[in-house]
T-cell receptor, first 115, second 112 residues
Framework: GAGVSQSPSNKVTEKGKDVELRCDPI?????LYWYRQSLGQGLEFLIY????????KSGLPSDRFSAERTGGSVSTLTIQRTQQEDSAVYLC?????????????FGPGTRLLVL | GNSVTQMEGPVTLSEEAFLTINCTYT??????LFWYVQYPGEGLQLLLK?????DKGSNKGFEATYRKETTSFHLEKGSVQVSDSAVYFC???????????FGKGTKLSVIP
């Protein structure tokens, strides 16, 4: 079946602009995760959703970052007033349920470049 | 907190050589352990996993054994191929947790 999809695959923006990144999880997966992959920091956890709820937002790097999930499916990660340090690959993953033993399936990522 | 340490490489091997990528972890309780692989230009894919001590995960000729006594989950393959060239990430998920904690990744290049 279809895997996790993300759009856009690449995004170039100017410093100070807002961007929206979209994630479509695997159908039927209740849990959805956002990570960031950058050269300096490696892979960092940002936020996860169980259904439409985000119980833990502590991984978000600043209040310029927000995320929502609607209908227990599609999620959007929004970065307001982008900064150059936001340049990274943003990865979305989904799993059937939450829990340490669950396998997370990753999308191809959105490569964000802030000029 | 949880952490994962893996050899950072890069690692360059000749085809058919033996591969070991070391991974050790720090976590409370009994985490689940994973190896993910990222081929050039592609996303992260699960390679194998183990969810309890002494379990061995295996896939595509790769193996890793969950060793609680040494807090390790080393990745091995007996004979690598050029197509194994990729970046390999060791990761853990704490018991009852939801987020993966990743190592920094090891880039493997296999030359003919």
């Amino acid at each position: 079946g279809a895997g996790v999809s993300q759009s856009p695959s690449n995004k170039v923006t100017e410093k100070g602009k807002d961007v929206e990144l979209r994630c479509d999880p695997i159908s039927g997966h209740t849990a959805l995760y956002w990570y960031r992959q950058s050269l300096g920091q490696g892979l960092e956890f940002l936020i996860y959703f169980q259904g439409n709820s985000a119980p833990d937002k502590s991984g978000l790097p600043s209040d310029r970052f927000s995320a929502e999930r609607t209908g227990g499916s599609v999620s959007t990660l929004t970065i307001q007033r982008t900064q150059q340090e936001d340049s990274a690959v943003y990865l979305c993953a989904s799993s059937l349920e939450t829990g340490g033993k669950e396998t997370q399936y990753f999308g191809p990522g959105t490569r964000l470049l802030v000029l | 907190g949880n952490s994962v340490t893996q050899m950072e490489g890069p690692v360059t091997l000749s085809e058919e050589a033996f591969l070991t990528i070391n991974c050790t972890y720090t976590a409370t309780g009994y985490p689940s352990l994973f190896w993910y692989v990222q081929y050039p230009g592609e996303g992260l894919q699960l390679l194998l996993k183990a969810t309890k001590a002494d379990d061995k995960g295996s896939n595509k000729g790769f193996e890793a054994t969950y060793r609680k006594e040494t807090t390790s989950f080393h990745l091995e393959k007996g004979s690598v191929q050029v197509s194994d060239s990729a970046v390999y990430f060791c990761a853990l998920s704490g018991a009852g947790s939801y987020q993966l904690t990743f190592g920094k990744g090891t880039k493997l290049s296999v030359i003919p």
